[in-house]
């Protein structure tokens, strides 16, 4: 079991910046691959970053060079910065955990467990 705690959004101007958290609690952090994915209104969940168990960094295409997830095994914490916002990048930003190394670090499929998300507007 792995419980998740996001936190750090707002609104923020085009081109500003933002910094989310996400608390993780329960099994040892290198036990599972975390991630961060987004969900505009009307839009489906998307992947945005991702890490591995090993401390690799994953991007989707529209964040990269602009976002940087990084981990914290010490605190248990996952960290997304986000530069350069668009209002495109606007949304619900989700932490999620999965144990499923089967499949693609970006696939949704692959996450059992979710936090109840933070809200993120980007202003034109």
């Known amino acids: 079991q792995v419980q998740l705690v996001e936190s750090g959004g707002g609104l923020v101007q085009a081109g500003g910046s933002l910094r989310l958290s996400c608390a993780a609690s329960g099994r040892t952090s290198t036990d599972y691959r975390i991630a961060w994915f987004r969900q505009a209104p009307g839009k489906e969940r998307e992947f945005v970053a991702a890490?591995?168990?090993?401390?690799?960094?994953y991007y989707a295409v529209p964040v990269t060079g602009r976002f940087t997830v990084s981990r914290n095994v010490a605190k248990n914490n996952l960290y997304l910065q986000m530069n350069a916002l668009k209002p495109e990048d606007s949304g619900v930003y989700y932490c999620?955990?999965?144990?499923?190394?089967?499949?693609?670090?970006?696939?949704?499929?692959?996450?059992?467990?979710w936090g109840q998300g933070t809200q993120v507007t980007v202003s034109s």
């Open positions: 890490v591995s168990r090993s401390g690799n960094s």
């Open positions: 999620a955990a999965s144990f499923d190394i089967a499949m693609q670090i970006q696939n949704i499929m692959a996450y059992g467990y």
